[in-house]
């Protein structure tokens, strides 16, 4: 089993920059696509960011060139910088990491940006 502990998120104004971490642990023998996706209260989840083992990566078209997704592959480890936060930015965002027999998500971290 893979457990997922994600930190750094909280409460920033408009135009600040929040980092989000993602650490796995357990029994992992291969970790092949990491990402973080986040829900606003009143919507459905959606994805952010995605990054897959030879790195290439995606993000949604609202974060594009605010966000930007990186791992650790040594460290098991996600991360997430977060720059020109909009107050539409507002949400619980959750880690998800998929790989060799396992896909796992991670508790949430509220992120909170004031206008």
């Known amino acids: 089993q893979v457990q997922l502990v994600e930190s750094g998120g909280g409460l920033v104004q408009a135009g600040g920059s929040l980092r989000l971490s993602c650490a796995a642990s357990?029994?992992?023998?291969?970790?092949?696509?990491m990402g973080w996706y986040r829900q606003a209260p009143g919507k459905q989840r959606e994805l952010v960011a995605v990054?897959?083992?030879?790195?290439?990566?995606n993000y949604v078209e609202s974060v594009k060139g605010r966000f930007t997704i990186s791992r650790d592959n040594a460290k098991n480890t996600v991360y997430l910088q977060m720059d020109s936060l909009k107050p539409e930015d507002t949400a619980v965002y959750y880690c998800?990491?998929?790989?060799?027999?396992?896909?796992?998500w991670g508790q949430g971290t509220q992120v909170t940006v004031s206008s």
């Open positions: 357990g029994v992992i023998s291969s970790i092949s696509v």
């Open positions: 998800n990491m998929a790989g060799n027999g396992f896909i796992s």
């Open positions: 990054i897959g083992s030879g790195g290439g990566k």
